[in-house]
């Protein structure tokens, strides 16, 4: 079986990337208030400062790798029977949700991907939901529509 054909949006690089500043930016914040409390209690500040700094150096490496990794792993396709994901950096993941399954479809946007015109549809059966992220708000509302309508017609035809 061939691998899905869709991608995401390019601008879901950027999205990402957002979202691992903010992360640092937690960690910077967090790690000021573990130098102030370092300090006031007299904790070996060497010992915290190495903490922090290992974890600000592995979300740096994250931001500069992950990314464009994901994006270039992340695809989907949706058929007349199935919505097919393929995505994962080190292990690979290989989703089909039959469309006879589907219970519900829905699209959403946090503010990062508001921000930058994105959304994310998600495909809920009874026991898990899957998301597909960094589609455009448009192509997003579109898929939902499409998604919706497929597994209507599916459940019709058992």
Same mark, same amino acid.
């Given at each position: 079986? /061939?691998?899905p054909t869709h #991608?995401? %949006?390019p601008?879901?690089?950027? +999205?990402?990337? *957002?979202? !691992?500043?903010v992360?640092?930016?937690?960690?910077?914040? =967090?790690?000021a208030?573990?130098?102030a409390?370092?300090?006031? $209690?007299?904790? &070996?500040l060497?010992?915290?400062?190495?903490?922090?700094a290992a =974890?600000?150096?592995?979300?740096?490496i /994250?931001?500069?790798i992950?990314? #464009?990794? *994901?994006?270039?792993?992340?695809?989907? %396709? +949706?058929?007349?029977?199935d919505? %097919?994901?393929y995505?994962?950096i $080190?292990?690979?993941? #290989?989703? =089909?949700v039959?469309?006879?399954?589907v *219970?519900h479809?829905?699209?959403k *946007?946090? &503010?990062?991907?508001?921000?930058?015109?994105?959304? !994310?549809v998600?495909?809920?059966?009874?026991?898990?939901?899957?998301?597909i &992220?960094?589609l455009?708000e448009?192509?997003?509302?579109?898929?939902? %529509?499409?998604?919706?309508?497929?597994? #209507?017609?599916?459940?019709? /035809?058992v």
């Amino acid at each position: 079986m /061939d691998l899905p054909t869709h #991608r995401l %949006d390019p601008r879901m690089l950027k +999205v990402w990337r *957002q979202g !691992s500043l903010v992360a640092i930016a937690v960690t910077l914040a =967090i790690a000021a208030i573990a130098v102030a409390l370092a300090l006031h $209690f007299s904790w &070996p500040l060497p010992i915290v400062c190495g903490i922090a700094a290992a =974890i600000l150096l592995i979300e740096l490496i /994250d931001l500069a790798i992950s990314p #464009r990794i *994901q994006y270039e792993t992340w695809r989907y %396709d +949706v058929t007349p029977t199935d919505v %097919d994901l393929y995505t994962g950096i $080190f292990v690979k993941k #290989r989703i =089909i949700v039959p469309l006879v399954r589907v *219970q519900h479809v829905e699209s959403k *946007q946090g &503010p990062i991907m508001k921000a930058n015109g994105l959304a !994310s549809v998600l495909v809920s059966t009874a026991g898990e939901s899957f998301e597909i &992220p960094g589609l455009a708000e448009a192509e997003a509302a579109e898929l939902r %529509d499409r998604v919706a309508e497929l597994a #209507r017609l599916a459940k019709e /035809d058992v």
